[in-house]
Structure formats: structure tokens, C-alpha cells
């Protein structure tokens, strides 16, 4: 079964400081892996998505991830972190196309970002 | 465009009661999912319809169920509701559900009280 792990429930980071969000996954084939941001009231928004190919993903927004299968984890980053980047950020793992819209979600992680 | 519409916002009913929760896809989009999202629970997927079929569907009892029309608008039904229903409750639709990006609507809050 698959299962997703973000150990971080909170970080704070500068304005302007790298950022890099944690992410381990459980799953017995090669999965579909994506990480979505919502702003408070708000639904989801995909910042990128892994299926297969180049390991490092460019996303939208300035992120991007990488996918390392040894250590099974998709781990967001961002060079230079913005004031709007202040969200809660979640990992997910779809089972594979026609599952794919079937996600299992990690339990999020919220970015404060500092002046 | 217009994005993935959810009404209502806000609801609130009582023990016992049921709901019904309205999706309007992107236009062209013919895959609709629900999940529901809580503090404790996180977010957790409910079912998918794809040209008015359930493809694929969660882990919950059988109170919870959903329907979608030949417009590919859906709704979801809560039956006999119970206070660990309360929830943001968030419909995501896509072309064909094989893998795209998923798009959120921005959710129905219902508390049942």
C-alpha cells in the first residue's frame, strides 16, 4: 500500500533563504509523485509532478524536486523563498495512470516565511 | 477558463442529517475525485467518477457516496451524518484522470454539529 511520510510539520524560513521540504514515499513500483500547495481557504495547487525521465522536476513558482529512488523520497526545494510562498505544502503518490487521480497524501508541511 | 466550482462554501447540520455537495468541472474535463481534508486525518481521497462511472473509490463506509451527470458535474452525498464528518471537503477534476494535474476546487466546509 502506498503511504507518504513529511517528517517537518512546521518550518520557518528567512525571506530570501533556500528551502528544502521533505518527502519519503512507500511504494512497490515506480510511482507518480507530486506536490501540491494550498494557501488558507483555499483548494490545492500543483507546483510539479514526477512520473518517470529526468529526476530533478522543474515546477511552477521557482520549485523544484528531485526524485532519489534509493533513498525514496521526492524533496521539494527553492533556491530563494518569498514572502507568498507562506502555505502549507503536501506531498502525494498516485498508484499509476488510471490511479493516478487516487492520491495518498502526506499530512503536510506549513511554511512560515520571515521578513 | 472558469476553475472548479464547489457549493456551498460553508454548511453546517446536525447528527443525523444528510448533505449533498455539488462539483462543477473545468469545462472539457471529464474526471472528477473528492477528498475530504480534517486536522487529524489529513487529506484523504474518497472516490473518482470518470463519464458518470466510479473508477476508483476509498476507504469509507458506505454513507458517503457520489453521482456524476453527463455534464461531468457531480455531487456527493453524506447520509446519517456524524461529527467526524466535519470537514473541508475538496473536488479536483482533470481531462481523463490518467495522471494529469490534478485541478482543486476550493472546497465545501461542512460542520456537522
Known amino acids: 500500500a502506498q503511504s507518504v511520510t513529511q517528517p517537518d510539520i512546521h518550518i520557518t524560513v528567512s525571506e530570501g533563504a533556500s528551502l528544502e521540504l521533505r518527502c519519503n514515499y512507500s511504494?512497490?513500483?515506480?510511482?507518480?509523485l507530486f506536490w501540491y500547495v494550498q494557501s488558507p481557504g483555499q483548494g490545492l495547487q500543483l507546483l510539479l509532478k514526477?512520473?518517470?525521465?529526468?529526476?530533478l522536476v522543474q515546477g511552477i513558482k521557482g520549485f523544484e524536486a528531485e526524485f532519489k529512488r534509493s533513498q525514496s523520497s521526492f524533496n521539494l526545494r527553492k533556491p530563494s523563498v518569498h514572502w507568498s510562498d507562506a502555505a502549507e505544502y503536501f506531498c502525494?503518490?498516485?498508484?499509476?495512470?488510471?490511479?493516478?487521480?487516487?492520491?495518498?497524501f502526506g499530512t503536510g508541511t506549513r511554511l512560515t516565511v520571515i521578513p | 477558463k472558469a476553475g472548479v466550482t464547489q457549493t456551498p462554501r460553508y454548511l453546517i447540520k446536525t447528527r443525523g442529517q444528510q448533505v449533498t455537495l455539488s462539483c462543477s468541472p473545468i469545462?472539457?474535463?471529464?474526471?472528477v475525485s473528492w477528498y475530504q481534508q480534517t486536522p487529524g486525518q489529513g487529506l484523504q481521497f474518497l472516490f473518482e467518477?470518470?463519464?458518470?462511472?466510479?473508477?476508483n473509490k476509498g476507504n469509507f463506509p458506505g454513507r458517503f457516496s457520489g453521482r456524476q451527470f453527463s455534464n461531468s458535474r457531480s455531487e456527493m452525498n453524506v447520509s446519517t451524518l456524524e461529527l467526524g464528518d466535519s470537514a473541508l471537503y475538496l473536488c479536483?477534476?482533470?481531462?481523463?484522470?490518467?495522471?494529469?494535474?490534478?485541478?482543486f476546487g476550493s472546497g465545501t466546509q461542512l460542520s456537522v454539529l
Open positions: 479536483a477534476s482533470s481531462p481523463t484522470g490518467a495522471g494529469e494535474k490534478l485541478f
Open positions: 511504494y512497490g513500483a515506480t510511482p507518480y
Open positions: 514526477y512520473f518517470s525521465g529526468d529526476t
Open positions: 502525494a503518490v498516485g498508484a499509476g495512470q488510471t490511479g493516478a487521480n487516487n492520491l495518498f
Open positions: 469545462s472539457g474535463h471529464r474526471s
Open positions: 467518477y470518470f463519464s458518470e462511472t466510479q473508477r
